[in-house]
Each structure stands twice: as structure tokens, then as C-alpha cells.
């Protein structure tokens, strides 16, 4: 079993940024393609970043395309999603996601984080 936390969410005003962080254990860590997905209130969850196993490609929704960066350290075990130029319809729970296929769809991950709450005021 692998336990996925992560952290770093908070309150931003809009234009701002936040570093999400998330640690894996329990696993082998570069068995996983790593994802970050984002729930907000009355929405279904929705695919953000995903990030190869090895780190060697990346894949962004169009939202997150041109301000978000995900990246890993895998001799750390750690997930990170770098988000600039924050809007309030960023405005959502964050979660973390490892899986076997590197995929926007979260069926493909089989292991969650608790999520971290991301609030961008106006």
C-alpha cells in the first residue's frame, strides 16, 4: 500500500502562488506515475498535472498549462506542483495521485492523498 500526504495549501490572493508538496511511502515510488487532480465544491474531480514515472514528461490540463509546474525528486519520494499566477476559480481541493498508467483519467491512479485545500480570493 502506498499512503500519499501532502501539503502546502493555503489562502492566496489572486496572481499568487503556492508550492504543493506530497510524500509518498509504503512503495516503491518510481513504480508510480504521479498526478495532481483538484475537486471543487458541487464539481466533479478534475485531472490537473501528471508527471512519468522517472520525471521525464509532463502533461497539464489546459487550465493549469503556462502556470503550474509539476515535478518530482524521487530520491525523496516527493511530488511537488508549483502554481503561479493563481485565479479564483483555482479555488479547489488538491490531491495527490500515484498509478501505474500515466493518464488524466483518475480511474487510472490507484492511490490518494487526503487532498490539501487551495483558496485564491479575488
Known amino acids: 500500500q502506498v499512503k500519499l500526504v501532502e501539503s502546502g495549501g493555503g489562502l492566496v490572493q489572486a496572481g499568487g502562488s503556492l508550492r504543493l508538496s506530497c510524500v509518498a511511502s509504503?512503495?516503491?515510488?518510481?513504480?508510480?506515475?504521479m498526478g495532481w487532480f483538484r475537486q471543487a465544491p458541487g464539481k466533479e474531480r478534475a485531472f490537473v498535472a501528471a508527471?512519468?514515472?522517472?520525471?521525464?514528461?509532463?502533461y497539464y490540463s489546459t487550465s493549469a498549462k503556462g502556470r503550474f509546474t509539476i515535478s518530482r525528486d524521487n530520491a525523496k519520494n516527493m511530488v511537488y506542483l508549483q502554481m503561479n499566477s493563481l485565479k479564483p476559480e483555482d479555488t479547489a481541493v488538491y490531491y495527490c495521485?500515484?498509478?501505474?498508467?500515466?493518464?488524466?483519467?483518475?480511474?487510472?491512479?490507484?492511490?490518494w492523498g487526503q487532498g490539501t485545500q487551495v483558496t485564491v480570493s479575488s
Open positions: 508527471i512519468t514515472w522517472m520525471g521525464a514528461s509532463t
Open positions: 509504503g512503495g516503491t515510488f518510481t513504480d508510480y506515475a
Open positions: 495521485a500515484a498509478g501505474s498508467a500515466y493518464n488524466s483519467d483518475p480511474w487510472a491512479y490507484d492511490y
